[in-house]
């Protein structure tokens, strides 16, 4: 059973740094493009970074563009955001999804129409 499990979240002040953690089981990690995805209180879901299946290669929104960092341990079977610099606008439930086509490096930009895997979200709340 393919499975997607974040973890990290939680309360930081502004200026403040959390890593956000997307445990996967049921499959590899390696063979899917690995998203991470937000969502804010009455706001539409935002995709805010990936990471390419086929080269390592990363997209960033330009929201969170040298703030945020997205990487990946294969040993783990885990995808990683490391996030720098918190706003207060960065609050939002995060959530970190699997492409298993080619769909988001085709079209460069991360589409959660195009992901076929979800984990169940971790809030994370900037505010001092």
């Known amino acids: 059973q393919v499975q997607l499990v974040e973890s990290g979240g939680g309360l930081v002040q502004p200026g403040g740094s959390l890593r956000l953690s997307c445990a996967a089981s049921g499959f590899t990690l390696d063979a899917y493009t690995m998203g991470w995805f937000r969502q804010a209180p009455g706001k539409e879901r935002e995709g805010i970074s990936y990471?390419?299946?086929?080269?390592?290669?990363?997209y960033y929104a330009d929201s969170v563009k040298g703030r945020f960092t997205i990487s990946r341990n294969s040993a783990k079977n885990t995808v990683y955001l490391q996030m720098n610099s918190l706003r207060p606008e960065d609050t939002a439930v995060y959530y970190c999804a699997g492409d298993r086509s080619t769909r988001t490096i085709r079209i460069g930009i991360p589409f959660e129409g195009n992901f076929d895997s979800w984990g169940q979200g971790t809030q994370v709340t900037v505010s001092s």
């Open positions: 990471i390419s299946s086929r080269d390592d290669s990363t």
